[in-house]
């Protein structure tokens, strides 16, 4: 805690009735102690050296001596009464649990929660005005959790990636969060420079966190999910704290109009390039909307039977080594090299809605693009879903800030 213990005065010999009453008096401890945790507690008063009695100081937490079945998600309390409080511990194992002690020394309040199946060690030294001294012990267990009672959480961005400006925050939990209000007042997002953004479920296992606009180019952020013990709802709890920094790159943003057939590509707000491309031909039209980059590929499969045309339909296809491929949709678009159709680059609709180029140019865009990158698409009636990828830039904030829990 960072408090030091204060030196224990030499103890004086006293008459057996004074110190039972002493004992009594202070440091009364309630529940039965649990023999079986192998606890050694115990409670002791050791007055100052003076004429002055010792001060009547006491220690209470809200947790018992010997207690089992403590809730994960007890915060440990220890208050002083008629004294300070000068130094509290706890223990779990190895792990010492952070705590921040008030200003007057009247309490001491974990920051954290308590891990499951957990026998834990308290230790607080209080001294009162006269000088006296109070010391307390008590060891606790808490309740068992099994891996069904507990919701593990994976971040995205990974710690340390660096991405584009359209990256939004991903955080998915293995088994379903119904106390998102609870889960949500511990997930933070901390950028600098600051912007502001909000939290948006799009499930009870997937929550989304964007800024108002794309992310400014150069911004360092982190993601602080602290959910370790929160409870989730219907008895699951969080099972783990996570943080992951991350950072945003140059701003890369590929505008694609589907009627002229170009792309142009903006980098830090400059124009460096127009790409001659081919999109969705009737049938298979490209959504229009804001799509963002989620991964890339240096060769890629394709196969039709992943967006349901089978071998016997004229339409079917099976690519083994599409080059640079980069993927905007879950359903299956990409922006990809297309050298079967470089003659209809810059003129006509060819592809199953995918957005083809030659392989030079898909090789230049490769090169430049990471996850994160924003690709606006315009020109066609079919718009871009909003789950169907990362597709948070499909609603205006105002709009997507509703989908926060709180």
């Known amino acids: 805690m960072g408090f030091l213990r204060s030196a224990k005065p030499a103890a004086l010999m006293l008459a057996a009735a004074t110190a039972a009453a002493l004992l009594t008096g202070c440091n009364a401890d309630q529940g039965a102690p649990n023999a079986s945790d192998g606890a050694s507690e115990s409670s002791s008063t050791t007055p100052t050296p003076s004429t002055t009695p010792s001060d009547p100081v006491a220690i209470s937490a809200n947790v018992k001596k010997g207690e089992r079945d403590v809730p994960v998600d007890r915060l440990v309390d220890v208050r002083a009464t008629a004294g300070r409080l000068e130094d509290v511990t706890l223990t779990g194992g190895t792990t010492t649990v952070k705590g921040t002690l008030a200003s007057d020394g009247a309490s001491w309040k974990a920051d954290g929660r308590l891990e499951p199946g957990t026998l834990y060690t308290m230790a607080a030294t209080a001294r009162g005005a006269q000088g006296g001294t109070t010391e307390r012990r008590l060891r606790f267990r808490t309740s068992d959790l099994s891996l069904a009672q507990q919701t593990y959480p994976s971040v995205a961005p990974l710690d340390g990636e660096t991405v584009g400006v359209g990256m939004p925050v991903i955080v998915t939990f293995d088994l379903p969060v119904t106390d998102k209000k609870a889960f949500e007042r511990h997930m933070h997002v901390i950028s600098q420079p600051t912007q502001k953004g909000s939290w948006h479920w799009l499930s009870d296992k997937e929550a989304h966190w964007r800024p108002a606009s794309y992310w400014q180019a150069g911004t360092d952020v982190t993601v602080d999910i602290g959910i370790n013990s929160v409870p989730a709802g219907n008895g699951v709890y969080g099972q783990e704290d996570r943080e992951v920094s991350f950072h945003v790159g140059d701003s890369h943003v590929y505008r694609v109009n589907t009627q002229t057939d170009q792309m142009k590509v903006w980098v830090n707000k400059q124009m460096v390039r127009t790409i001659p491309i081919t999109t969705g031909k009737a049938g298979f039209t490209t959504r229009s909307g ?25 339409e079917y296809y099976d690519l083994s080594d599409v080059q640079w491929a980069m993927r905007l949709t879950y359903s299956g678009e990409f922006i990809h090299a297309a050298p079967w159709s470089v003659g209809s680059q810059g003129y006509a609709n060819v592809s199953h809605g995918c957005t083809g180029m030659s392989t030079a140019n898909a090789k230049w865009l490769y090169d430049l693009s990471r996850r994160g990158d924003v690709v606006e698409y315009t020109g066609t009636n079919r718009p871009m879903e909003f789950s169907n990828g990362y597709g948070d830039w499909n609603e205006p904030f105002a709009q997507y800030t509703a989908g926060s829990a709180l």
Do not use: D, Y
């Not at 804001?290 to 004229?314: C, D, H, L, Q, W």
């Open 290 to 314: 804001t799509k963002v980059i989620v991964e890339k590929f240096a060769t890629k499969r394709m196969r039709s039977e992943t967006i349901g045309i089978g071998k016997n339909n004229p």
